[in-house]
């Protein structure tokens, strides 16, 4: 029974602790990138030119994504402010990471343009409505 037990609890912390693989280091990093640009456009405390930058939400398995992260990079207003700098930077670290370490793990299942300019999000649970 002890031995089942140390088996298990072993495991658990094995799984806990196993490298992130290819696919969940894009993922993980765009969604951190999609939400970092959430928060700057809605920071009070930016920079005029944050308003005119590309629209920034990202999606790994639609082809677009490449060509939208490339010119969110090359934007060339907003260098001056450094939350931007360094969201540009991981944009930067995603592309290559999607362009040459995984581009054989990585599965483009669309490539509509249109849905990463105006994303179809998932609908809001009525308890946050309400509250």
Do not use: G, W
């Amino acid at each position: 029974m002890l031995l089942s037990l140390i088996a298990l609890l072993s495991a658990a912390l094995l799984a806990n602790t196993a490298p992130p693989t290819c696919y969940s280091r894009m993922l993980s990093l765009s969604k951190e990138i999609t939400e970092s640009f959430k928060e700057l456009q809605t920071s009070k405390a930016v920079d005029s030119c944050v308003e005119m930058l590309p629209r920034l939400y990202l999606d790994i398995h639609n082809y677009c994504v490449l060509a939208k992260l490339r010119d969110f990079v090359a934007y060339p207003r907003c260098e001056r402010v450094l939350e931007v700098s360094e969201l540009k930077e991981k944009a930067r670290s995603l592309y290559t990471i999607m362009i040459s370490y995984c581009r054989r793990d990585l599965v483009f299942l669309t490539d509509d343009c249109s849905t990463l300019e105006n994303p179809i999000l998932p609908p809001v649970e009525p308890s946050i409505i309400e509250s």
